[in-house]
């Protein structure tokens, strides 16, 4: 039996067609859009400095260098190790020629992202200042763009230090200018409005869902810059996943002059497709339009995911009513000599990495990151934790709190209809640097992330005392350990987890962050002691050993809600000097340039997938150190078979992903191959050791790369470096 949808009293009227219920599908045929949406990444002018009157229309720019967006200028300094790589003020010129077409429309400059203060200029008049580095903002341009004829466009982008405005500090660089793309939107002067808070202005809302029905409620921010009274429809409209059609929800409303209305329609989706993780990551999609009369005047689309879920302080996650493991990694969004100028290229390759590795969840660190991460994450299922970045202390004046909430208000408004998202994330230890006591700050951020987003949970990651009060904030939990890493031991983890789960069996805790550095370069046959984090030697085998340990311990803890390996790619600290290149954190799975997969990122391959694979540990480790190893191999088989220049060395077993071999190499080139067994499909993996003469042996255990030429001077000085 066919159920039609809710009706709700609107300005004028409400119909609601549920096609949901029909026999035949119905392909949507979208309107004619005339929004209009003009890309300005080519053909900008820069300069590092401040510059007296570069606002100005007429002055002479030429000098200056022509870059292209998504621009910053601190992808090299940003990187090296500087501590003083520079923070200031830069500007951007454009001249840009507006089509005569585009009179008596409304033009808006949007921009997708820029650090930290950023002040706008059209034809030497002030639009506006943002204040933030991460978040998309929009200023009405209308007033002093002029169409047909040229118009100059100048920013100002500071990264200079405020006091005022989170980040404070951090462990990562922050990179300064206009490293996302700018745009000249044109609309109708009645549209969805782009200026609440940078939101598309289109907000879906999911409730009361289940695999047989779920609630949807359609909020529209609607703006007449008119002067004069505007009777419109707002109409939208839900598709499938091949944009058949399966609601049609209408609106009349009658708009004031120089003013914007909310235009909210709701209606239940029987039977709805559920967004399921990586099993199913389904899709929907909505398309909210104004008609004025007979004529489309303007049109938003937007993902639409169905999907429920909640988290047991000691069962853990569960999504659409099916314990769901969340595990993956924290992710930045900078790459080696990029920065932050990164393209949707640098981020599919993210992507890839991310599906490869089998994380169902992701923890993007430490800010909102672009759009586009957030469609990927919708169309790949893997879960989102995103957050604000409120890190490491705070200001305590009227100035940060209004700033910190700002964030968190452009990052859930523009986020929100990402069914990907499942939680807010207030705040990163924020009490690692001495300063006033924040916990006031959290309480009202965790208030207000459930004032603007009763659908999802607000959480935190924190590194204090398991009794701070700013921990326990946020409705979920979750902790940043390390030890084994900046204190204690590795076999510290599992005594403190099951401590904290004890004293607050009410909460759910997660781990938000833990790793170790390494470097592929640095190696080591014995990796039992814990390395001098602050020093230069990072053998990728103790990170291997670390992740074995903690993950086992959290495999065991299925009350940990969340478990996020820090990190998954190395990335720029400009205040770091160790491991082996100075200005970087090397904890990440992969290599800063993606181009190495460390060992351990086959570990939890190995862990995380269920396609058969096989992993020969070291394959960076050419040069072994002495004749006698142990070799391990990581794979999620039944059985794996190791040879040894062709001869086998036998079958192993494993209950945990670990595969081990002793094994005595021969002087000279070793090949070594490994073939995986799981249910009838056979996988394999090999390389090439190369083991000394006794005389190439040195009890330092350092690095030797495949290029280098070992000789007695060379094996000498690691050996005084590193004993």
């Not at 879906?204 to 779920?214: C, D, G, R």
């Not at 058949?244 to 009658?254: D, F, G, R």
């Not at 990651?461 to 204190?487: C, H, Q, R, T, V």
């Not at 809600?561 to 990335?571: A, G, I, L, R």
Request: with cysteine.
């Amino acid at each position: 039996m066919c159920k039609f949808g809710r009706i709700f009293a609107g300005v004028i009227g409400l119909i609601i067609f549920n096609a949901a219920c029909s026999t035949f599908a119905r392909p949507y045929d979208p309107p004619v859009n005339l929004r209009t949406d003009v890309l300005l990444d080519s053909g900008w002018k820069f300069i590092r400095q401040d510059v007296t009157g570069a606002a100005a229309v007429d002055l002479d720019d030429s000098a200056w260098s022509t870059v292209a967006l998504p621009h910053t200028w601190n992808n090299l300094d940003g990187e090296d190790g500087n501590t003083n790589y520079y923070r200031g003020v830069g500007w951007y010129r454009i001249h840009c020629f507006i089509e005569d077409s585009f009179a008596g429309r409304q033009l808006f400059l949007k921009f997708d992202g820029a650090f930290l203060v950023t002040d706008v200029y059209v034809n030497g008049n002030h639009l506006g200042e943002h204040r933030g580095g991460f978040a998309d903002f929009v200023f009405d341009a209308t007033p002093y763009l002029k169409t047909g004829a040229d118009n100059v466009i100048a920013v100002k982008v500071s990264n200079a230090a405020n006091a005022n405005i989170p980040p404070l500090s951090a462990d990562f660089t922050f990179f300064g200018g206009l490293y996302r793309s700018v745009h000249l939107l044109a609309t109708d002067p009645v549209q969805i409005s782009p200026l609440d808070f940078g939101s598309p202005g289109v907000f879906l809302k999911t409730t009361e869902v289940s695999s047989n029905s779920a609630d949807l409620e359609v909020t529209a921010v609607i703006s007449n810059s008119t002067t004069t009274v505007q009777t419109v429809m707002v109409r939208s409209v839900v598709t499938d996943a091949a944009t058949n059609i399966v609601a049609v929800l209408t609106k009349m409303m009658t708009l004031s002059p120089m003013s914007a209305s909310n235009s909210v329609v709701a209606t239940t989706i029987a039977r709805p497709h559920l967004w399921n993780g990586l099993y199913d990551p389904y899709l929907y999609q909505t398309f909210t339009e104004i008609w004025r009369g007979s004529e489309p005047v303007d049109m938003v689309a937007q993902p639409l995911g169905f999907r429920y879920y909640r988290v047991d302080p000691d069962k853990g996650f569960f999504l659409n009513g099916q314990h769901y493991d969340l595990h993956g990694v924290s992710m930045h969004q900078d790459w080696q000599d990029r920065g932050w100028a990164i393209s949707t290229r640098e981020v599919d390759t993210n992507f890839m990495l991310l599906k490869e590795i089998g994380a169902t969840a992701v923890r993007l660190s430490h800010y909102e990151q672009s759009d586009y991460t957030y469609q990927s994450a919708d169309r790949a299922g893997i879960v989102l934790w995103t957050e604000i970045p409120v890190i490491n202390h705070i200001t305590e004046s009227p100035a940060f709190y209004a700033n910190a909430k700002q964030q968190l208000k452009e990052l859930i408004r523009q986020r929100y209809n990402h069914p990907s998202v499942i939680c807010w994330g207030i705040f990163n230890e924020i009490t690692l640097r001495p300063g006033p006591k924040p916990v006031r700050l959290t309480r009202e951020l965790a208030a207000l992330a459930a004032q603007e987003d009763p659908t999802r949970l607000s959480t935190s990651a924190a590194n204090a005392s398991d009794n701070e009060p700013s921990n326990w904030s946020s409705k979920l939990n979750a902790i940043n350990k390390y030890f084994g890493w900046y204190n204690g031991e590795i076999e510290d983890f599992a005594p403190w987890a099951d401590t904290i789960h004890s004293n607050y069996p009410t909460r759910c805790i997660g781990v938000s962050e833990y790793g170790a550095g390494a470097s592929v370069y640095q190696h080591s046959e014995d990796p039992v002691r814990e390395p001098k984090i602050e020093g230069h030697y990072h053998p990728e085998e103790y990170e291997n050993l670390f992740h074995e340990t903690y993950w086992q311990a959290m495999q065991a803890r299925p009350y940990l809600w969340c478990k996020f390996v820090w990190n998954m790619f190395d990335f720029a600290v400009a205040g770091r000097n160790e491991g082996d290149t100075p200005g970087r954190n090397d904890k990440g799975l992969v290599t800063y340039d993606r181009q190495v997969r460390k060992d351990a990122f086959y570990y939890y391959k190995a862990n995380w997938t269920t396609n058969p694979m096989v992993y020969i540990t070291g394959h960076t480790f050419t040069n072994r150190m002495t004749n006698v190893i142990t070799a391990k191999v990581y794979a999620n088989c039944d059985s794996v078979e190791l040879l040894l220049n062709g001869i086998s060395q036998g079958v192993r077993t494993s209950t945990n992903c670990i595969f081990t071999w002793p094994l005595s190499l021969d002087g000279g080139t070793n090949r070594v191959q490994a073939i995986g067994s799981k249910g009838g499909v056979r996988v394999s993996d090999s390389l090439a050791w190369i083991a000394p003469n006794p005389i190439a042996i040195t009890k330092a255990g350092h690095l030797l790369r495949p290029s280098d030429t070992v000789s007695n001077t060379a094996l000498s000085t690691i050996s005084e470096r590193y004993n």
